[in-house]
């Protein structure tokens, strides 16, 4: 071997990039890779000896059991709606740097800081059928009797609002704030009015951010548990499919069915989520960024 072609081979692996690279790597394969595949293993060797699809089969033979995929999706795709939808215009109205845009932000970002069980408590205590919110309407007499905003599907679904909405925030204030103002200003020039501005110049640049942002809160909402069990009816209406895989892992100990769950449970967020991002390609194709500078 030439010295030519044992430098170009011992060239890659004296890359420092490679070397700084290879600990993040690592990282991913123990987090991540490893457990997916060990799950997805897992879940094709049932208990109880049967076929290697006999989890997935039972799954589907089972109404308590597919059900809870429409149970989490009536949840997780509302909680998703709201949360951008009510992101995309306050971010919007924020994007500029102004005195009040660092309060404003930390404001609504405040639930993020609490968790899901301080959320729960605080709506347990406040949004209960004792609470002082169910107190208020019936002293203004807009309502007779208690209202009932807890241990139901309307619990979860404020719960997911509440501690999904400063992720959605701050996403599309991140890639809203990276579109340059300058392309506004000149449509405002030519005489566009701001709706005109925001629809044809930042929704546009916007598409690909937001998708991404959508796609993000609906994995979050969709693996709701915590809310689930607090909030919700956990045997009823809110029993979604993470609390059919716990039930399978640590009641039935079966971790075979609760892998298979998890597999299905993954496999309808990335349906849901490549769905997502082939609308967006269909609905707007052009340049999806119009960054600063």
């Not at 030519?4 to 991913?28: C, E, K, N, T, V």
């Not at 699809?53 to 909680?79: C, D, G, Q, R, V």
């Not at 807009?142 to 719960?159: E, R």
């Not at 991002?277 to 707007?284: D, E, I, K, S, T």
């Amino acid at each position: 071997m030439t010295q030519h072609q044992a430098g170009s081979i011992g060239g890659p692996l004296r890359d420092p990039a490679l070397w700084m690279a290879l600990p993040a790597a690592l990282f991913m394969l123990a987090v991540f890779v490893y457990p997916f595949l060990d799950g997805l293993w897992l879940s094709f060797h049932p208990v109880d000896k049967g076929g290697a699809f006999s989890n997935y089969i039972a799954f589907y033979e089972k109404p308590a059991l597919w059900s809870t995929i429409w149970t989490t999706m009536k949840l997780a795709l509302p909680a998703t709606l709201i949360n951008v939808g009510i992101a995309v215009p306050l971010a919007y109205r924020l994007r500029n740097r102004t005195p009040y845009q660092k309060v404003a932000t930390t404001i609504l970002t405040i639930p993020l800081t609490l968790g899901t069980v301080l959320i729960a408590e605080g709506m347990l205590t406040y949004f209960g059928p004792r609470g002082w919110f169910s107190q208020a309407v019936q002293a203004l007499g807009l309502y007779d009797g208690p209202i009932h905003l807890t241990h139901n599907y309307w619990g979860v679904l404020i719960s997911l609002v509440i501690s999904g909405f400063p992720f959605a925030f701050l996403l599309t204030l991140s890639y809203i704030t990276g579109i340059d103002p300058v392309l506004s200003r000149a449509a405002a020039t030519l005489g566009a009015p701001p709706f005109a501005q925001f629809r044809y110049i930042v929704l546009p640049l916007l598409m690909a951010g937001l998708a991404m942002t959508f796609c993000l809160s609906f994995v979050q909402a969709f693996s709701v548990f915590p809310s689930a069990v607090l909030l919700g009816a956990p045997a009823g209406p809110t029993r979604v499919i993470s609390i059919a895989a716990y039930e399978a892992a640590f009641e039935a100990y079966d971790y075979s069915m609760a892998s298979a769950i998890a597999m299905i449970m993954g496999a309808v967020q990335l349906g849901v989520v490549a769905f997502v991002l082939a609308a967006r390609g269909v609905l707007y194709r052009g340049p999806v960024s119009g960054g600063k500078g």
